[in-house]
């Protein structure tokens, strides 16, 4: 890990939804350290500054994907990026998902929105060695069928024996799937409470109602995993503008217990 951007290059840029794009990225000379699902890197627009994103896609070891949506100055400076252009990465941080502790488990997947992004590299990592999972569930919810990401992969992830399950707020015309808040998708899903393991990303208020209908449905809190990310500066756990209650998320997540946020998650405003 550096606490000094290092200079990268785009290598392609994808367009996900109206305001969604991956870059991937290659290091012009010395690389960061691996990643792993879950983790993040700071990334630096260059003249402007840098904000935490979550690795979506890790190829080829050092060749990164990160999915940035445009909400800010910095945000919409990564997004206007073409092929060749250089930014900067620190990292990687945080603690990501724990696939290793899921080993032997169903694996059930709940992203909303734009946390698909940091929850894709784990779908892939299950994917990929199926002799060590047991079944993998995918819930998607997002605004509009427009808003979702990753649209040609999801076939992909059924081909390769994903359920995948997708709701959105506001559907249009010829769209089949369902229609509501993503844990009404739980409905849908063969939950074995005892042999599952949940990993959930999106807006906090989704995480708050998705947990509790994890727990509603037998899990226990220890087997969900939830990915947190409050108004994250500095990366390394100093600025503490991403504390939550005793936790700094950029240090002691973004990937948490939810037996350990539970009871912050209930605490308005906190």
Request: charged residues 20%; positive net charge; contains cysteine.
């Given at each position: 890990?550096?606490?000094?951007?290092?200079?990268?290059?785009?290598?392609?840029?994808?367009?996900?939804?109206?305001?969604?794009?991956?870059?991937?990225?290659?290091?012009?000379?010395?690389?960061?350290?691996?990643?792993?699902?879950?983790?993040?890197?700071?990334?630096?627009?260059?003249?402007?500054?840098?904000?935490?994103?979550?690795?979506?896609?890790?190829?080829?070891?050092?060749?990164?994907?990160?999915?940035?949506?445009?909400?800010?100055?910095?945000?919409?400076?990564?997004?206007?990026?073409?092929?060749?252009?250089?930014?900067?990465?620190?990292?990687?941080?945080?603690?990501?998902?724990?696939?290793?502790?899921?080993?032997?488990?169903?694996?059930?997947?709940?992203?909303?929105?734009?946390?698909?992004?940091?929850?894709?590299?784990?779908?892939?990592?299950?994917?990929?060695?199926?002799?060590?999972y047991g079944r993998l569930h995918v819930l998607i919810g997002?605004?509009?069928?427009?808003?979702?990401?990753?649209?040609?992969?999801?076939?992909?992830?059924?081909?390769?024996?994903?359920?995948?399950?997708?709701?959105?707020?506001?559907?249009?015309?010829?769209?089949?799937?369902?229609?509501?808040?993503?844990?009404?998708?739980?409905?849908?899903?063969?939950?074995?409470?005892?042999?599952?393991?949940?990993?959930?990303?999106?807006?906090?208020?989704?995480?708050?109602?998705?947990?509790?209908?994890?727990?509603?449905?037998?899990?226990?809190?220890?087997?969900?995993?939830?990915?947190?990310?409050?108004?994250?500066?500095?990366?390394?756990?100093?600025?503490?503008?991403?504390?939550?209650?005793?936790?700094?998320?950029?240090?002691?997540?973004?990937?948490?217990?939810?037996?350990?946020?539970?009871?912050?998650?209930?605490?308005?405003?906190?």
């Open positions: 890990m550096t606490t000094v951007p290092l200079p990268y290059r785009v290598t392609a840029v994808a367009a996900e939804n109206a305001d969604c794009t991956s870059l991937e990225v290659m290091p012009v000379g010395r690389a960061l350290p691996a990643f792993t699902p879950g983790r993040f890197a700071m990334m630096y627009a260059f003249g402007v500054g840098e904000v935490p994103i979550s690795v979506s896609a890790i190829r080829d070891g050092h060749r990164l994907v990160h999915t940035v949506r445009a909400v800010g100055a910095v945000t919409g400076a990564l997004c206007r990026l073409g092929a060749g252009d250089a930014v900067g990465l620190r990292g990687p941080y945080g603690i990501g998902w724990d696939l290793d502790g899921a080993t032997g488990s169903d694996v059930l997947v709940v992203a909303g929105g734009i946390g698909l992004a940091p929850l894709r590299p784990a779908v892939r990592h299950v994917l990929a060695h199926p002799g060590h997002a605004r509009t069928p427009e808003d979702l990401l990753y649209r040609a992969e999801l076939d992909h992830w059924r081909r390769a024996s994903a359920q995948v399950e997708v709701a959105v707020d506001r559907p249009g015309p010829g769209w089949r799937g369902g229609v509501g808040v993503v844990t009404s998708l739980l409905d849908r899903v063969d939950v074995r409470p005892d042999r599952t393991t949940a990993l959930v990303c999106g807006p906090e208020v989704m995480i708050r109602h998705t947990g509790r209908a994890l727990l509603a449905r037998g899990l226990p809190a220890h087997r969900v995993q939830v990915s947190l990310e409050r108004n994250m500066r500095c990366g390394t756990g100093h600025c503490g503008h991403c504390q939550l209650g005793p936790l700094l998320l950029c240090r002691d997540g973004p990937v948490v217990g939810y037996d350990r946020t539970r009871s912050l998650l209930a605490i308005r405003e906190l």
